[in-house]
């Protein structure tokens, strides 16, 4: 039988009104291979070899049902499942690759310690973690650098989103001392990027600085960046508040069509008191939000042209950004082991 939770992406992408000063539309996508050209660098079989001993078809299974747990609910938006939760848990895992040192990555697993736990970017994700934890003590031969990559590739695929290569075998380190270090001015954060830096041109900057250092050009940039159509902000997590798109469970380029053709101020109130959490925009309804990273994508002039690229064309979005993803969750993997 078909997944359910992928049925109900669909159906959403193909039904889900747009709000607000932005007009009424359906959008669409096509959930295409990720095959772009723009991350010929990144092939599968740079992994670690594939443990045989793993049913990766079962492990799907487990996750798929995870995933479908009605008994699942997020603070921030209403039908909620755990898919973005767990594509943030694999992107910030992998996203500490620096391509310089040759160190991050996500081979190791090593967020399960201090102090990468408990950086500023990581707030919530033990929870990704908690609710995985089943499926490795079912599955022990399955490290769980392996299980968190394969985890997010799932749940991109059951929210409607590309099909993306996965090849096991990454090895999950021993202690916190293996966590990567990194002494910079964001180091609260980790290696991860920050939302805010102060002004627009040092957002675009910081940005550039973080993602180029794991290898990525401004289009791939802009392309991961369409992952925060998914999911939400949350107060007690990064202190900023709310979903991105009315679809938050549903992978489409609607983020793009948002941040070009919405109105964006800064939010004051918030359920009827005054906003007292870090700077953010909203739309005219106060039912969705950009933080100011996401806003830099339209005021800076080489991120703004590929902006337009993806709300124009859902196509290239579902293909830059599957290509990009996969190119993030091989990060820091080493080996020749053979994509599934």
């Known amino acids: ?175 916190g001392k293996e966590c990567p270090a990194w002494e910079g001015s964001t180091h609260k954060d980790g290696r991860l990027p920050s939302a805010d830096m102060g002004s627009p041109d040092k957002t675009a900057a910081h940005l550039r600085y973080i993602f180029n250092r794991m290898g990525f050009s401004d289009r791939e940039i802009v392309a991961l960046s369409g992952a925060h159509g998914l999911g939400a902000c949350h107060t007690d997590r990064s202190g900023f508040w709310g979903p991105w798109t009315r679809a938050p469970t549903t992978v489409s380029n609607e983020y793009f069509r948002e941040l070009l053709e919405n109105k964006w101020t800064i939010k004051t109130t918030h359920k009827g008191k005054k906003w007292t959490g870090p700077l953010q925009f909203e739309d005219p309804t106060g039912e969705i939000m950009m933080l100011p990273s996401d806003m830099v994508l339209i005021q800076d002039r080489e991120f703004r042209k590929y902006v337009e690229l993806y709300a124009k064309d859902s196509d290239v979005f579902m293909r830059d950004f599957g290509s990009a993803v996969g190119k993030l969750f091989s990060l820091g993997c080493r080996g020749g082991g053979k994509a599934l």
């Open 1 to 175: 039988t078909a997944p359910l939770l992928r049925a109900a992406a669909q159906a959403t992408a193909r039904a889900a009104p747009r709000k607000g000063p932005a007009g009424v539309g359906n959008f669409a996508f096509a959930a295409g291979a990720a095959s772009l050209g723009l991350a010929a660098g990144w092939k599968a079989n740079r992994l670690a070899s594939c443990d045989a001993a793993v049913d990766w078809s079962a492990v799907r299974k487990e996750i798929v049902n995870i995933l479908e747990d009605d008994s699942y609910t997020d603070s921030s938006y209403e039908g909620a499942n755990p898919g973005p939760l767990f594509l943030r848990l694999a992107w910030h895992s992998a996203g500490t690759f620096c391509k310089h040192t040759r160190t991050g990555g996500s081979d190791g697993a090593t967020m399960r310690f201090e102090p990468e736990l408990s950086w500023g970017a990581n707030a919530g994700l033990a929870k990704a973690q908690k609710l995985l934890e089943p499926i490795k003590k079912k599955f022990p031969a399955a490290s769980n650098s392996d299980i968190w990559i394969y985890a997010a590739i799932v749940a991109i695929e059951e929210m409607g989103g590309p099909t993306i290569p996965f090849a096991p075998g990454r090895k999950d380190k021993a202690s």
